[in-house]
Structures are given as structure tokens and as C-alpha cells.
């Protein structure tokens, strides 16, 4: 059985960064992408960034493309998620789950999330 467990939330000023993680387990990711979203008070679950665990080819929603960095280690089966210069709007829950590789949805197996809030 697939489990997700995310941590590394927390409050941050803007401007400033967090790191994100998620242990996973429960088989052999080889096959599978991991990703990210996140969902805001009010909106829709949307993506963030996925990564293809053995290659490791990512993509990026635009809003994050250039702030955010998504990586693994294999080793650990733990995805990261690296966010810079956070801003106001990234305030949410922030999810990781599985999925297919090079895809933005079909993506399952939800961890519980981790509050992110990004405030003065």
C-alpha cells in the first residue's frame, strides 16, 4: 500500500524559503512520477511540479517554475519540494501523491498535506 507523509510546512515571511518533504513507501516507484500541489483556502487543488523518480525529468507549473525546485533521492524514497522567494499567494496546503510520469493529473494516493503560510 503507497503512503505519502509530507512535512517541512510552517509560517515564512515573504521573500523568505521552506523546504518540503515526503516519505513515501509501500513499492517500488520506478514506473512513477511524484508531485506536488497544493490547494488554498477557497480554490481548487491545483499542480505544482512532478518529478519521474528514476530519471528524474521534472515539470513546473509557470507560477512556480522559477522559484521552486522538485527533487528526489531514491535512496531515501523521500521527494523534496525547495521554495524561494515565497510570496503571499503560495499560502496552502501542500500535498504530494503519485502519479504518471510527464503528466499533471491521474495523479493518486494523497498524502495529508502540509500547511505553508506565507505572511508578514
Known amino acids: 500500500q503507497v503512503k505519502l507523509i509530507e512535512s517541512g510546512g510552517g509560517l515564512v515571511q515573504p521573500g523568505g524559503s521552506l523546504r518540503l518533504s515526503c516519505a513515501a513507501s509501500g513499492h517500488t516507484f520506478s514506473d512513477y512520477a511524484l508531485g506536488w500541489f497544493r490547494q488554498a483556502p477557497g480554490k481548487e487543488r491545483e499542480f505544482v511540479a512532478a518529478?519521474?523518480?528514476?530519471?528524474?525529468?521534472?515539470h513546473y507549473a509557470d507560477s512556480v517554475k522559477a522559484r521552486f525546485t522538485i527533487s528526489r533521492d531514491k535512496a531515501l524514497n523521500t521527494l523534496y519540494l525547495q521554495m524561494n522567494s515565497l510570496q503571499p499567494e503560495d499560502t496552502a496546503v501542500y500535498y504530494c501523491?503519485?502519479?504518471?510520469?510527464?503528466?499533471?493529473?491521474?495523479?493518486?494516493?494523497w498524502g495529508q498535506g502540509t500547511q505553508v503560510t506565507v505572511s508578514a
Open positions: 501523491a503519485e502519479g504518471p510520469v510527464g503528466s499533471r493529473s491521474g495523479f493518486d494516493h
Open positions: 518529478i519521474s523518480w528514476t530519471y528524474g525529468a521534472t
